[in-house]
């Protein structure tokens, strides 16, 4: 991100915050809902992006083309359901949020359709009830949810990822222009009902949505992780309770919340094997890059056991990021990284049942030995 669209995210994500904070005074107006949850799915997609700046190169899979005709197909179907509910309910925003024509979606650049059909995907789950009427059902969901991914899978990383910059500065330009109009055309024409009856709320609402011009100075929050003999902990859980914000360490224990919102929060961190802890009362001031280093102690406070890796593959070999791997009657979980590998620290010895699942594929159940000290590899196909 430049440093205005950083400025601009961190007013974005405070006035989520406040959204999600006060349900109880907007929930019951319909139009009102509608439009929150597609400004929380633009903010959903901005985020992704961001991520998937990071991912590495993997090469390419024959089927593209096939998956490509398969997911259009199907992206075609879930926006013109909600064309049909955008249209009974005079919901015009809603309407030309999904409003793709087929010769378009097909000249449409590798990584611009998948996050096209993550964005139909993302309104569908939101409107999931009101589909059901017009035959656009759970199974039709599930459906397209399995294409995207495939699609995903089937796509050279440098598109996949949006590794190129120039790509991903233009996509994200493109996104933040789109949710600015979304709240200057509709949200904050629609906050104005709020004004006299509940004037707290209006008013928290507007200097939320002022972007304050902070030059480099970022508001963020960040640190490194370790256990007690000062290893780095990898895929450490940390959550921005009231913040709906959530990250994980990298492979050296460092994370960093990219941007943060200014306020008073209390930072849970967990993972498998390990005492989660929860910092009270974490206090990070607007333009402030707030550094929070935590120490994880073992659970039991035992020995540090053994160590579990692999990769998570599909049939045609291609990594399974985001896949869950869990320890069947323990706390041990973990999720894989976008190149499908994985890691587990101080599992102690005994035999396990390692669940393996993801979205769009069979769950698979793996018995497994760890021995008193020592590493296990166990490489897992869906």
């Not at 709020?194 to 100075?217: A, C």
């Not at 402030?288 to 056991?305: A, F, H, P, R, S």
Request: without cysteine.
């Amino acid at each position: 991100m430049t440093t205005r669209q950083e400025n601009r995210m961190s007013s974005l994500l405070a006035v989520r915050k406040q959204l999600n904070e006060n349900i109880s005074i907007w929930g019951g107006v319909v139009t009102f809902a509608m439009v929150v949850s597609l400004f929380i799915a633009k903010i959903v997609l901005i985020q992704q992006t961001e991520m998937k700046q990071k991912r590495s190169t993997k090469g390419i899979t024959g089927g593209k083309k096939t998956k490509q005709n398969e997911l259009i197909e199907k992206m075609i179907e879930g926006a013109s359901a909600i064309q049909s509910f955008a249209s009974d309910t005079k919901n015009e925003d809603l309407y030309e949020l999904v409003n793709y024509g087929e010769g378009e979606l097909e000249n449409m650049a590798d990584s611009l359709l998948k996050d096209r059909g993550q964005l139909i995907l993302d309104t569908v789950n939101a409107h999931a009830a009101d589909l059901v009427g017009e035959g656009f059902d759970g199974a039709d969901i599930l459906e397209l949810q399995t294409l995207v991914n495939d699609y995903e899978a089937a796509l050279p990383a440098p598109k996949n990822a949006i590794s190129n910059k120039k790509t991903a500065t233009s996509f994200l330009k493109t996104l933040f222009t789109e949710v600015t109009d979304l709240l200057e055309k509709n949200l904050d024409k629609k906050m104005v009902q709020f004004k006299k009856s509940h004037p707290e709320f209006y008013s928290d609402y507007i200097n939320n949505r002022e972007i304050i011009d902070l030059g480099t100075r970022h508001t963020r929050l960040g640190g490194t992780i370790t256990d007690s003999n000062g290893n780095p902990l990898y895929d450490v859980i940390i959550t921005a309770e009231g913040a709906d914000l959530t990250e994980t360490t990298d492979t050296e224990g460092e994370y960093l919340f990219k941007p943060f919102i200014p306020g008073i929060f209390n930072i849970k961190f967990e993972k498998a094997g390990f005492e989660t802890q929860t910092i009270m009362q974490v206090e990070v001031g607007r333009g402030e890059n707030k550094t929070l280093d935590i120490v994880l102690q073992t659970q039991g406070g035992g020995g540090t056991g053994s160590t579990m890796s692999g990769t998570v593959k599909d049939s045609a070999m291609m990594p399974i990021g985001g896949a869950k791997l869990e320890l069947l009657g323990t706390t041990f979980m973990v999720f894989a990284k976008p190149d499908g590998t994985y890691l587990m620290t101080n599992v102690p010895s005994g035999n396990y049942t390692l669940r393996v699942s993801a979205t769009g594929y069979m769950t698979k159940d793996i018995p497994v030995a760890v021995p008193a000290s020592g590493d296990v590899v166990v490489d897992v196909v869906l």
